[in-house]
């Protein structure tokens, strides 16, 4: 049976997005055809976190609404490089625990960190949504392989906007950074473009 996975953020004892964790959880099991779901408010209650500092709550969990948590110290970690690789291929619409894919992308290439390429648009890195800069406003592709609750908070909140991210027009962006529940803007990893060591004038792309 298929595990999925939602990570959320912990910080001096305040929980973030959980009722976004929680319609996920929410529409994974209405995806799949099982009535109710799993309780986040209350599985976090349980765990009478009274520590300060930054950690992720890692619940993975299954259709059968067994599950078990996991609570680990975060630090955000700078990339060095990145590569924009290629599948046309692959469905990420539910966060599911297998993840083999992402890892076998990751193993052929020559970086620290992927950019996936879908139909010539531009998508997510291996673990994250991706932001890209022009002038001073930040946007979102439209295209992902998983809409993040981090991406949806900051649509709503008006702190972003969505368009159109392709090969083509990449390079009109300056900057870009990663954005997961973890992650939320982080003026300390805003990356230049150039740090995609592939971008279009090179012509070498890896294709999956």
Request: aromatic residues 12%; glycine residues 2%.
């Amino acid at each position: 049976m298929s595990r999925f996975i939602e990570s959320i953020k912990i910080e001096d004892q305040e929980v973030f997005l959980l009722n976004l964790h929680q319609k996920r959880v929410n529409d994974t099991f209405a995806h799949f055809g099982v009535q109710g779901s799993i309780d986040l408010e209350k599985i976090v209650k349980d765990l009478e976190i009274d520590e300060d500092g930054f950690f992720k709550l890692r619940i993975v969990y299954d259709l059968n609404k067994n599950y078990k948590t996991q609570l680990i110290p975060y630090a955000i970690a700078e990339i060095n490089n990145f590569q924009l690789v290629e599948n046309n291929t692959y469905d990420y619409a539910f966060k599911f625990e297998d993840r083999k894919e992402f890892e076998r992308m990751k193993t052929k290439a020559k970086t620290e960190e992927i950019i996936i390429v879908k139909n010539n648009c531009i998508t997510d890195t291996s673990y994250t949504n991706l932001l890209f800069l022009k002038g001073e406003t930040w946007y979102t592709p439209t295209t992902y392989l998983l809409n993040g609750v981090m991406r949806q908070h900051l649509l709503a909140t008006k702190k972003i906007k969505e368009t159109e991210i392709t090969l083509q027009n990449i390079k009109e962006f300056s900057h870009f950074q990663m954005i997961n529940s973890m992650n939320d803007f982080d003026d300390m990893f805003i990356y230049p473009i150039q740090r995609i060591v592939n971008l279009p004038e090179s012509r070498e792309y890896l294709g999956i």
